[in-house]
């Protein structure tokens, strides 16, 4: 039996996929006549698959979107359509004028004044000049007065020891800087001045600007940004305005000294935060408010507000031109008349061109909140830095008020002399505290325009300063305020003032509101 030849086996032939009829229909004919024609040329087919298969997507997502979706994108398109072959501009109809009444237009047009018109009567026109010292008594246009109208406090204004001071830092330094604290305007009095501002007030660190207005209203920006809120009170004054209007922020205005309704407002502001919590986490709140009030001569309360920052995790921001040099034992402000941990308070400002009888101004706080000033104050970085010789003048004005600190009992007790004195007043009524410096003589009644109001009250400064009494109207910006005070005369207490002229200002001035006012 003869042996079976061996026969490979045949290779067995690759296995095809055969797509379904749906498949096939998706698919398309190029892509089937590929796969049962191998001769056929694959690639192209693919191309064209892929296109047919882009526009199939297309068409199911059509079908399963949303009607909403579908409309939405429709208007959509219709908008950039309409985009596209709009005109950007509007042409001007053609004027059929002739040279001769185009002249006659032009001669005839009249610009919008730059500024609106001011009466020549206007106050800000017609000063009172100061010739001499404007201490205890100031001549003006002229005439010898005893002064009232200058913030003078402590009296050291004329005082020998701070004018030889100013006068061997101007033989040293010259009298300016030209530069400021960032370009070679930083001299070591300024180090020196920090230092003792911010042992004086207790507090870590210190920082001085040039300018007391641009103190505040630097200091509020350099903090507080787009999206953070501040409550402040309606009577701040001009400078904390310009401060709020340069931070951006959102404002919550409460009553001037109005405990609940600030409680009512940072309440409204928690629950409106518990809504969405995650921007409540990235915004900062603030309180700022004044000392003393310079609008109203009353004081903030602060120990309720020192409890509402912690309640609602806000910080404070305390203004205290008035207050500092003023209230406390040792002048060192409102927190120590109540007695308040100065770590409560997270940023004080003042400026030194009351007490301090100098120019600029301070902030002080902890190292790292007043660091973040020299980066982001534009007063401070701006500006050219405090003339050395006013540096030196504040110094020696603290050197005398730690040395003396009986001067603010005295100061006190002048000024519930003249508060007490003027009390009763016809026609007039006494706003602000018995122990503030710069109190407010407000109309009882007021004869219903502003206008008519201040000439009344001027002609009352003005029979004073006939009896040689120097007194001055409040002024304010009115177009600029966001809450702008009635008219008032302002007065001003100081310790040079004696008890028998404080008796002759407040006589004087009864005597004119009775002659005027009746």
């Known amino acids: 039996m003869t042996p079976r030849a061996k026969v490979s086996p045949r290779p067995a032939e690759p296995r095809r996929w055969h797509p379904g009829p749906a ?20 690639p192209s087919a693919m191309a064209m698959v892929g296109e047919q298969w882009v526009l199939v997507e297309m068409v199911q997502a059509l079908y399963e979107a949303p009607a909403y979706h579908l409309i939405l994108e429709g208007i959509l398109i219709l ?5 596209l072959f709009s005109k950007t501009y509007k042409l001007q109809e053609r004027s059929d004028l002739t040279a001769k009444e185009k002249e006659e237009l032009i001669e005839e047009w009249q610009p919008e004044p730059l500024v609106p018109p001011v009466s020549k009567d206007h106050p800000a026109l017609n000063y009172n000049i100061v010739s001499g010292l404007p ?3 100031i001549v003006v246009n002229g005439k010898e007065c005893i002064n009232f109208a200058s913030f003078n406090f402590l009296g050291l204004l004329d005082n020998p020891r701070v004018k030889e001071a100013a006068l061997a830092s101007l033989k040293k330094y010259g009298v300016g800087t030209c530069g400021p604290r960032g370009f070679y305007g930083t001299f070591d009095v300024h180090l020196e001045l920090e230092e003792r501002l911010a042992k004086f007030m207790k507090t ?31 009577a701040a004054c001009f400078a904390i305005q310009k401060g709020l209007q340069a ?15 600030l409680e009512h407002l940072l309440n409204e502001q928690e629950m409106e935060d518990q809504k969405n919590p995650r921007k409540a986490r990235v915004t900062r709140r603030f309180i700022v408010v004044e000392g003393l009030y310079m609008n109203t001569g009353s004081i903030c309360p602060l120990p309720e507000l020192v409890k509402l920052k912690y309640r609602y995790k806000a910080r404070i921001f305390l ?12 002048g060192r402000g409102v927190t120590e008349h109540f007695g308040i941990n100065i770590d409560d308070i997270d940023l004080i400002s003042a400026n030194m061109e009351n007490s301090l009888a100098s120019v600029g101004g301070f902030c002080c706080g902890r190292s790292f909140v007043i660091d973040h000033q020299r980066l982001s104050g534009q007063g401070y970085c701006f500006s050219a830095s405090l003339p050395p010789l ?26 519930k002399q003249i508060h007490k004195a003027l009390q009763g007043t016809y026609g007039l009524r006494v706003v602000g505290e018995s122990f503030s410096p710069a109190f407010h003589l407000h109309l009882e009644e007021s004869t219903g325009s502003r206008e008519n109001d201040i000439k009344l009250l001027q002609r009352i400064v003005d029979q004073c300063m006939n009896r040689n009494i120097a007194l001055t109207q409040a002024r304010y910006l009115e177009k600029e305020e966001k809450s702008l005070p009635p008219p008032s005369i302002r007065i001003v207490v100081t310790v040079e003032q004696t008890e028998k002229e404080l008796e002759k200002a407040a006589s004087t001035i009864r005597e004119a509101a009775q002659s005027i006012l009746s």
Not at 247 to 261: G, L, M, Q, T
Not at 319 to 330: I, P, Q, R
């Open 79 to 83: 908008w950039i359509i309409r985009l």
């Open 23 to 42: 498949r096939r229909a998706l698919l398309g004919a190029p892509y089937v006549m590929a796969l049962y024609n191998p001769g056929s040329s694959l």
């Open 390 to 415: 006013l540096a030196a003048a504040a110094i020696e004005a603290l050197n005398i008020m730690e040395e003396n600190p009986d001067i603010f009992q005295v100061l006190r007790k002048k000024c």
């Open 319 to 330: 203004e205290e031109s008035l207050s500092f040099g003023v209230l406390g034992e040792h």
């Open 247 to 261: 931070s951006r922020s959102d404002i919550k205005v409460f009553e001037h000294n109005d405990v609940a309704h």
């Open 135 to 137: 201490g205890h008594k």
């Open 204 to 234: 870590e660190e210190a920082i001085i600007y040039s300018y007391g207005f641009a103190t505040i209203a630097s200091a509020i920006p350099a903090y507080s940004k787009r999206g953070d809120i501040i409550f402040v009170d309606r």
